[in-house]
């Protein structure tokens, strides 16, 4: 059984990379989130693609994760999140976004634009997941993004 734990909305900025945006409420881990591109990767394949960034108390955003894209069987893709902070869990949490069904109508084919954040326990033996998914309105806006 899937856990539904937060959404994560493409936030698309002239000039810039894009960016996702989303809000987690998982255990003790409550809050906004950005993805941010990983602007060098060390290793195309193993590097992860996006940095998960939160804002700590002093108000400052701080790295608490990674995100890597995978790709579905039946085509398109998904986002296989690990939040890993010794401040939030004592180990790590493993996170899946997947497109939802539904997307508003200026969607590019390909881009998805919502995505629904879960979690289920990973099933024994194998270390797999499963997840789905939809979205809320963001609560972050294009000007506090943390590039």
Same mark, same amino acid.
């Given at each position: 059984m899937a856990i539904e734990c937060g959404y994560v909305l493409r936030r698309d900025?002239?000039?810039k990379p894009t960016v996702y945006a989303g809000e987690i409420d998982f255990g003790n881990i409550i809050g906004? @989130?950005?993805l941010i591109p990983v602007a060098e990767k060390r290793d195309p394949v *193993?590097? =992860?693609d996006y940095e998960m960034k939160m804002k700590?108390? !002093?108000g400052q955003y701080g790295v608490v994760g990674q995100c890597w894209v995978k790709k579905l069987k039946?085509?398109?893709s998904f986002f296989s999140i690990t939040v890993d902070h010794p401040h939030m869990t004592d *180990? =790590?949490?493993y996170l899946a976004a997947f497109p939802d069904d539904e997307q508003p109508k200026d969607t590019p084919k390909g881009k998805p634009a919502n995505f629904t954040l879960r979690? !289920?326990?990973p099933k024994a033996g194998n270390g797999g997941q499963d @997840?789905?998914?939809a979205p809320s309105p963001s609560s972050v806006d294009n000007d506090s993004i943390p590039y």
């Open positions: 900025v002239e000039g906004d @989130f950005y *193993k590097s =992860p700590s108390r !002093s039946a085509g398109g *180990k =790590p949490i979690w !289920s326990r @997840f789905g998914g």
